[in-house]
């Protein structure tokens, strides 16, 4: 857990533009920010950070609706929950990370076999575009397929197969 030290005085100071405070006889923390308007003190996450020389990533609620627009905020959050709950340092916090949490909590069948996908698909190559990284790793697994000496079209067919057992499978047919 990475902790940060905030100086009290300091944020005091800067929330109320001097060092010396007008203070009401008695000093309870309440009365002496009320008397002295201070409600909120607003600090720079990143210049926090940059004084103890620590870096973070954050990540909202609207980043992770921009990566599955299908969720709503509460599902939103209860992503980050998750995130922060399994973090590992060795693998850290990327889209990946979120869209497999995400993918973990709020998908079911033939859609969370997509998300996988998608996931793959979203690292596989230096391209953003997916459609590109699947003709990518489609022709990479004809390559490997050659090297390992495995028949690509058999794999291919029974692939097929699976796919169209899921699909029966999720419409309540026979292959449920």
């Known amino acids: ?59 909202s609620v609207p980043d992770v609706l921009e990566l599955r627009p299908d969720l709503n905020e509460d599902q939103a959050w209860q992503v980050l929950q998750h995130c922060r709950e399994e973090y590992d340092p060795l693998v850290g916090l990327c889209r990946s990370t979120v869209a497999r949490a995400a993918a973990a909590l709020f998908s079911a069948g033939n859609h969370r076999r997509a998300d996988r996908c998608q996931l793959v698909l979203a690292t596989y190559n230096d391209e953003w575009d997916t459609e590109a990284n699947l003709i990518d790793l489609l022709a990479d697994s004809r390559h490997w397929c050659d090297r390992e000496e495995r028949d690509f079209a058999k794999l291919d067919r029974l692939a097929h197969e699976h796919y169209l057992a899921e699909l029966e499978g999720e419409q309540g047919g026979p292959h449920e």
């Open 1 to 59: 857990m990475t902790t940060l030290h905030l100086n009290l005085r300091e944020l005091l100071e800067q929330a109320c533009g001097q060092a010396t405070l007008l203070v009401p006889a008695e000093i309870e923390l309440d009365e002496l920010l009320d008397f002295n308007n201070v409600d909120t003190c607003t600090q720079d996450l990143n210049d926090l950070l940059t004084e103890q020389r620590l870096i973070a990533a954050v990540w």
